[in-house]
């Protein structure tokens, strides 16, 4: 096989993708590329397992904060807005950082990245124990952890994604599993540490804890592998004229090279002029073949310089094109009315949805339930029934005569109707209830990727979901803080869950019109663009 790069044999059991549109490449200058087929098993399973724990370890006490979020409004005396503010960042920052921690994971891998994520997850726990106030809990608690659950999360579904594909949705059902367990987990291993060790002992345990990803990081073998070396030098000076992304003409290298003679002439004239005048020495360093020699190689140099600049124009007017597709699929996108309704919809239920995970616990403890009462925390319940919901709704999501996005709606309506029920829940049993209900429905996150895609069709997923998980951090962050300024206006959380349950119900109603008729008719309102191709001479006999 001859390749751009010289020739370079096949290993037995590779697929070697080379096409000529840019975006089936990581980089414009690695033409060749070759990857590992996905083996749906063998050391995919320590994949899922190894994924499934660091879940566990990174979204166990974030999500489960609602435990310590009481112990912060003791300590430190605050409002329940500001308070909810630490909450609300640990699950908002990852969310609304998702492009930052996709780049990171494409550029280092997921193994790389799992280690040092492990390392912020750790450490941002344990500074938390020594917060002298509720600021730095912003920081340590909100920042530093919540970014590192974001990081965690993207390459645990990365790495999973690479090691299946056949029963890529069985892997990562398993995997996401992990953050509701670690929710019914850490909700009662938390409040145990703190009755034994306090706060601070149990934030530094905690932190301890999640230590263990690293040693989860060492086994996410990397699947993906390429046998291209990177160009060198040589290679470099070939690029430009083997590889012209736009169709210009070569007369730019050439003007390259004359405003390099211009200025390296100009230079020797000044050189000569601020000599001692002593042309004979100048005329036997002319004749010296050393001299010679020197003046090829700045002739070489000169050429170099030119080529390698016509390089960096080339990639910036790539760059250019780059964005400028990007913000066009981004407007054909929100032209699709139930792509634009599904972000509104999810923006109002991060809002809405988001807060009783967090607040459930002093909601009881404001009702003036008596800790006696309480079998098992109320966040432990929405845990469990978190993971029950994901498993069961997304079985109900393949069957054929279920449509998925009236499935989803549904849960939001609901969900909604159980948030508006809270202020009348003035007991365990019913407040246990509604939290195995709101749990359940939570679970709706499984079938959300269905929804997205069968809105804009595979090859949108990727772009769709991104914008869709940022306005989901963006709920996530301010749902808590608008609840706890509520409560801290009226003192009583009725208002507060009125609202919760109406942002709920008005993104659910908003998404349920804007898929009538038949959301079959709205897939055909977003035309498919035409496939954006880069010239390139790629040799023959690939």
């Known amino acids: ?75 430190f005396g605050e409002g329940k807005g500001k308070t909810a503010w630490v909450g609300s960042l640990a699950s908002g920052v990852g969310l609304l950082a998702s492009p930052i921690c996709s780049l990171c994971v494409s550029s280092f891998g997921a193994r790389p990245v799992t280690i040092f994520s492990g390392f912020l997850v750790a450490g941002g726990l344990m500074l938390s124990g020594f917060a002298p106030n509720i600021y ?67 934030l530094l345990i905690v932190g301890a804890l999640a230590l263990n990803i690293l040693a989860c990081g060492s086994l996410m073998r990397p699947l993906q592998s390429s046998e291209c070396p990177l160009p060198e030098k040589t290679a470099l000076e070939n690029v430009p004229d083997r590889y012209s992304i736009y169709n210009e003409k070569e007369k730019n290298l050439e003007e390259n090279i004359n405003i390099l003679e211009k200025s390296y002439g100009s230079e020797e004239t000044h050189k000569s002029t601020s000599a001692n005048g002593d042309w004979k020495h100048e005329n036997l360093l002319h004749k010296n073949p050393t001299t010679t020699a020197h003046t090829k190689e700045t002739e070489t140099y000169k050429k170099k310089v030119a080529e390698q600049t016509y390089f960096c124009k080339q990639l910036a007017k790539r760059k250019w094109q780059l964005y400028k597709n990007y913000c066009e699929e981004t407007m054909a996108l929100f032209k699709n009315k139930v792509f634009s309704a599904l972000f509104i919809a999810i923006f109002l239920f991060d809002i809405g949805g988001f807060p009783p ?22 966040i432990s319940i929405i845990g469990i029934m978190t993971a029950v919901g994901k498993l069961i709704l997304g079985i109900l999501a393949d069957f054929k005569w279920i449509n998925t996005l009236y499935l989803y709606i549904a849960t939001l309506i609901f969900m909604g109707l159980a948030l508006c029920a809270i202020p009348f829940a003035k007991s365990y049993v019913t407040l246990a209830i509604l939290s195995a209900i709101l749990g359940f429905l939570t679970g709706n996150w499984s079938i959300f990727p269905y929804v997205t895609t069968k809105t804009v069709g595979i090859e949108k997923l990727a772009h769709a979901y991104g914008i ?17 300024w509520f409560y801290d206006w009226t003192q009583t959380y009725d208002i507060a869950f009125y609202f919760s349950g109406f942002c709920v119900l008005l993104g659910g109603f908003i998404l349920l019109l804007a898929a009538l008729p038949p959301w079959e008719t709205c897939n055909k309102q977003l035309p498919k663009p035409a496939p954006t191709t880069f010239l390139y001479k790629v040799a023959s006999n690939v």
């Open 136 to 202: 730095f809990l912003f920081f340590s608690y909100g920042i530093v952890v919540g970014l590192g659950c974001g990081l965690l999360y993207t390459a645990t579904v990365t790495i999973t994604c690479q090691y299946f594909d056949s029963r890529r949705g069985l892997a990562l059902g398993l995997i996401s599993t992990g953050s509701s367990v670690g929710l019914f987990i850490y909700a009662a291993l938390q409040r145990l540490l703190i009755e034994f060790y306090g706060l601070d002992g149990c």
């Open 1 to 75: 096989m001859r390749t751009v790069l010289g020739r370079q044999p096949r290993a037995p059991g590779v697929a070697r993708v080379c096409a000529g549109t840019y975006r089936e490449y990581p980089s414009w200058f690695r033409l060749t590329m070759e990857i590992k087929k996905s083996p749906d098993g063998g050391w995919g399973w320590v994949i899922v397992l190894v994924s499934f724990f660091t879940q566990f370890l990174c979204y166990g006490s974030p999500i489960a904060v609602g435990v310590l979020y009481i112990e912060w409004l003791d300590a």
């Open 468 to 484: 869709l998980m940022f306005f989901a951090g963006l709920g996530n962050s301010l749902g808590p803080p608008i609840i706890g």
């Open 357 to 378: 995970s967090l607040l459930m616990e002093d909601v009881a403890r404001s009702s003036n339930v008596k800790e006696e009462e309480f079998i098992m925390p109320l």
